[in-house]
Structure formats: structure tokens, C-alpha cells
């Protein structure tokens, strides 16, 4: 477990140092790596999951109302 945590540290300083030198590719690649190494952590397991159900919920919130109202405004 802690050689996951120095890995995903070293991923976000790879990406850090990759922004600050406007390289916009190298920062993208190592934020993927940190992200995939997170989300392999117990930790980070949740996070597909609990990501699913927020675009569900903000899906199902964002559909216009069918029923129960009235068609004429004002």
C-alpha cells in the first residue's frame, strides 16, 4: 500500500512539473496513471461506482417533467 502512495505521488509531481513546462500531453498521461493507481488502492475502489450514480442522477434530473403538471404558461 505504500508503494502505491509513493507511485501516485510521483504521478502527480510528474504532472505538476509537466504543466508548469506547458507540456499539456505529459500532464494529461500522468494524471491517468495517478488516477488508475488511485482507483487500485481499497481507497479509490469506490470511485468508478460512485461516479456512475452521479451521471445517473444528474441524467434523471436533467429529463423534463412528462406528467403532472400544466402545458400553458403564464
Known amino acids: 500500500m505504500g ?3 509513493v507511485l501516485i505521488a510521483f504521478a502527480v509531481l510528474g504532472a505538476f512539473i509537466c504543466a508548469k513546462s ?3 500531453l505529459g500532464a494529461v ?3 491517468l496513471i495517478a488516477l488508475g493507481l488511485f482507483i487500485s488502492t481499497p481507497v479509490g475502489a ?3 461506482g460512485m461516479l456512475s450514480d452521479f451521471v445517473s442522477a444528474v441524467s434523471q434530473a ?3 417533467l412528462t406528467s403532472g403538471g400544466s402545458e ?3
Open 72 to 74: 400553458a404558461v403564464g
Open 29 to 31: 498521461v500522468f494524471s
Open 46 to 48: 469506490g470511485l468508478p
Open 62 to 64: 436533467s429529463q423534463p
Open 3 to 5: 508503494t502505491v502512495g
Open 22 to 24: 506547458r507540456s499539456a
